[in-house]
């Protein structure tokens, strides 16, 4: 089956560094052609969730903010010395994600 859609790349969010893209298509293209779309929409935005966050760091929701960047820094530094750039890529991703809502919540600004 052909599948047509026009892509058109919309920037980059800055908080996720996620490339964020518009996907428009043919409404009337059957039913695998949309799931298809939705499951490439779905990949092309692979953004951390909270959860998966906090299972990266290691920390609950009732963990104080000071405990989470002890956390951040104590992976950071162990995956920059003997680890992988991927694993430290996560926790940083985790981190940022930890970050946005900690600051969303209107508590003090982390740092």
């Given at each position: 089956m052909l599948l047509e859609a026009d892509w058109q790349c919309s920037g980059v969010d800055s908080l996720s560094g996620c490339v964020l893209v518009n996907l428009k298509y043919d409404a009337s293209k059957s039913g695998v052609a949309q799931e298809t779309i939705?499951?490439?929409?779905?990949?092309?935005s692979k953004v951390m969730t909270e959860q998966e966050a906090r299972q990266i760091l290691g920390v609950t929701e009732q963990t104080s903010w000071e405990e989470i960047i002890q956390k951040y820094d104590g992976l950071f530094e162990r995956n920059a010395k003997n680890g992988s750039f991927?694993?430290?890529?996560?926790?940083?991703?985790?981190?940022e994600c930890l970050e946005a809502v900690h600051q969303g919540k209107g508590e003090d600004n982390p740092s």
């Open positions: 939705q499951n490439t929409i779905r990949r092309g991927y694993l430290q890529s996560k926790v940083h991703r985790a981190k």
